[in-house]
C-alpha cells in the first residue's frame, strides 16, 4: 500500500522557517518521475508549489514561493522536503505533497498530473 506522510507543519511568525517532510512507503521514490509540493488555502483552489525529479537534477517553484523555498530528495531515505525560508501571511494553508508515474512532461505543475497525495500538513504564518 502506497503512503505519502506529510510532517513539520505548525505555526510561525512571518519571515521565520520551517521544513516539511515527505515520507513514502509502500514505492520507492525513483519508481516514480517526481515529487511535488502542493497547497490550499481556505476558500481557495489547491495551488503548485514546486516539483523535483525523483532521479534526475531537475526542480522548479511557482513563481510566488521562488527564492525562498527550495525543494530537495533524499532517495535513501525515500524522503522530501520542502524548506520554507522568510514565510509570509499568505503562505498560510494545508500542504500537500504528491507523486506522479512517469509519463508526464516536466515541470509538471498540474496537480491532475500526480497519482498519490499525502494527507497534508497546516502551515500557519501569523504576522
Known amino acids: 500500500q502506497v503512503q505519502l506522510v506529510e510532517s513539520g507543519g505548525g505555526l510561525v511568525q512571518a519571515g521565520g522557517s520551517l521544513r516539511l517532510s515527505c515520507a513514502a512507503s509502500?514505492?520507492?521514490?525513483?519508481?516514480?518521475?517526481?515529487m511535488g509540493w502542493f497547497r490550499q488555502a481556505p476558500g481557495k483552489e489547491r495551488e503548485y508549489v514546486a516539483a523535483i525529479a525523483t532521479t534526475a537534477v531537475s526542480w522548479d517553484y511557482a513563481d510566488s514561493v521562488k527564492g525562498r523555498f527550495t525543494i530537495s530528495r533524499d532517495n535513501a531515505k525515500n524522503t522530501v522536503y520542502l524548506q520554507m525560508n522568510k514565510l509570509k501571511p499568505e503562505d498560510t494553508a494545508v500542504y500537500y505533497c504528491?507523486?506522479?508515474?512517469?509519463?508526464?512532461?516536466?515541470?509538471?505543475?498540474?496537480?491532475?498530473?500526480?497519482?498519490?497525495w499525502g494527507q497534508g500538513t497546516q502551515v500557519t504564518v501569523s504576522s
Open positions: 504528491a507523486a506522479t508515474l512517469p509519463g508526464g512532461s516536466w515541470p509538471l505543475r498540474g496537480s491532475y498530473l500526480y497519482h498519490d
Open positions: 509502500g514505492r520507492t521514490l525513483s519508481s516514480y518521475a517526481a
